[in-house]
């Protein structure tokens, strides 16, 4: 099985600051073939379901404000929030789509500083 | 409006057995792949089955003890919970994939709590 680790289990950034969250794959999720790497990021807030903000590493879902971005390549990826807002208050995962099973990341925490 | 809702959790005892429903609006399980998510309670997130096209896939800790279908006139996929465990204890999630693929899932039902205790 892949192996999901995010980096730092918890952060708090004060407002209109930066947030950063890693994410390392014990394989790269990279595919040659069509040039895409195989993650998702999604976040979940306080009694919601999750949600997906990110996938094919970079790619921001409609409706997704453009404060989110992704990047990364292989086996290391991160998420960034390049001015964080009271709302984007939540935990947040990587998730592998490159192999059965579909493993997480264990979650990120994000609060404000 | 693509909408998922899940039902059949409830309290159950060790070894028992549950069905979850997932019913679908505003799009056909037929074409698209759909995966059970869950999430024990405070924990993350743990990936759990997926079924696309004829294809059924399934974690480790499942394997064998869970089964996942999709009746298609009834727009529906179910997840068939047996030899339950206290470990098995969370909110299952539903969620809609992509045709041909599950890959990313979105979006997500609300969930249905399913409790393995005596």
């Known amino acids: 099985d892949i192996v999901m680790t995010q980096s730092p289990d918890s952060l708090a950034v004060s407002l209109g600051e930066r947030a950063t969250i890693n994410c390392k794959s014990s394989?790269?999720?990279?595919?040659?073939?069509?040039?895409?790497?195989?993650l998702a990021w999604y976040q979940q807030k306080p009694g919601q379901p999750p949600k997906v903000v990110i996938y094919w590493a970079s790619t921001r879902e409609s409706g997704v404000p453009d404060r989110f971005s992704g990047s990364g390549s292989g086996t290391d990826f991160t998420l960034t929030i390049s001015s964080l807002q009271a709302e984007d208050v939540a935990v947040y995962y990587c998730?592998?789509?490159?192999?059965?099973?579909?493993?997480f990341g264990q979650g990120t925490k994000l609060e404000i500083k | 409006e693509v909408q998922l809702l899940e039902s059949g959790g409830g309290l159950v005892q060790p070894g028992g057995s549950l069905r979850l429903s997932c019913a679908a609006s505003?799009?056909?399980?037929?074409?698209?792949?759909t995966s059970w998510v869950r999430q024990a309670p405070g924990k993350g997130l743990e990936w759990v089955s997926a079924i696309s096209g004829g294809n059924t896939y399934y974690a480790d800790s499942v394997k064998g003890r869970f089964a996942i279908s999709r009746d298609d006139s009834k727009n529906t996929v179910y997840l068939q919970l047996n030899s339950l465990r206290a470990e098995d204890t969370a909110v299952y999630y539903c969620a809609k994939g992509h045709i041909g693929a599950v890959w990313w899932v979105d979006p997500w039902g609300q969930g249905t709590l399913v409790t393995v205790s005596s």
């Open positions: 998730q592998q789509y490159y192999g059965t099973p579909y493993t």
């Open positions: 505003g799009f056909s399980f037929t074409t698209y792949a």
């Open positions: 394989q790269s999720l990279f595919y040659s073939s069509n040039n895409k790497n195989y």
